[in-house]
């Protein structure tokens, strides 16, 4: 399975942008990023989907960000950071892989960053990969924000392959952790108005889909 993984890396390399040149600092400075094969995959679900809004929430570097954006010049992220300091770092990068127009960095929490937002934007894509346990919560805050064929990526939902195992965790806090994962993947499931499917990709992605009523 990880040679699997390392083969699949490696031709995805071969097309690589100049934005992966960022994966060295973040291995670096120990800032959690995408992997290649996972932000890929939400990259030709934008062009799949010919998404032209999309809002993140979880800026860190801008890695992702401006990786979403380079599917399409017409393409405009708006991402919420609530770190200055990744917030700091996240406008240079953004200014030096000349991703000014496209990407708008939003710097608040993500629980009321909404109030920064344009009036009345709506998004095709809405990308959850901020803190784990308030994953629900930042849903539910910007569901309303959705079109109504839009869907809705949750990164992370098997957290470091504590989710299916939670009894090889020892750390109560982690543990905890956990547990409000465990709740936010049943929760969507649950979910009528949305469908939702869950991917063994990276550490795990939910790909929820919202039901058209109309």
Not at 57 to 83: D, L, Q
Not at 103 to 123: H, I, M, R, T, W
Not at 173 to 184: A, L, S, W
Request: proline share 2%; with cysteine; net charge negative.
């Amino acid at each position: 399975m990880e040679k699997d993984i390392e083969y699949i890396e490696q031709l995805l390399f071969q097309n690589s942008s100049n934005i992966d040149e960022l994966r060295a600092y973040a291995t670096e400075h120990n800032v959690p990023i995408m992997d290649k094969i996972s932000t890929e995959f939400v990259k030709q679900m934008i062009r799949i989907k010919d998404v032209r809004h999309i809002l993140e929430i979880g800026t860190a570097i801008g890695y992702s960000a401006m990786h979403f954006a380079s599917c399409h010049p017409n393409i405009k992220v708006w991402t919420i950071e609530r770190s200055e300091e990744m917030y700091e770092q996240a406008l240079t990068n953004i200014k030096q892989y000349d991703f000014e127009e496209q990407v708008q960095v939003v710097f608040a929490d993500a629980s009321v960053g909404y109030e920064l937002l344009p009036n009345d934007q709506k998004f095709d894509l809405i990308f959850i990969d901020a803190a784990k346990a308030q994953s629900k919560k930042f849903f539910e805050i910007y569901e309303p924000f959705l079109n109504d064929d839009g869907i809705i990526i949750t990164d992370n939902i098997l957290y470091h392959g504590f989710v299916s195992d939670i009894d090889i965790v020892r750390n109560r806090n982690v543990k905890q952790m956990v547990k409000k994962v465990q709740q936010y993947n049943q929760w969507l499931m649950n979910r009528s108005d949305f469908n939702t499917t869950l991917i063994n990709i990276g550490d795990g992605m939910a790909i929820s889909k919202k039901e058209n009523t109309k």
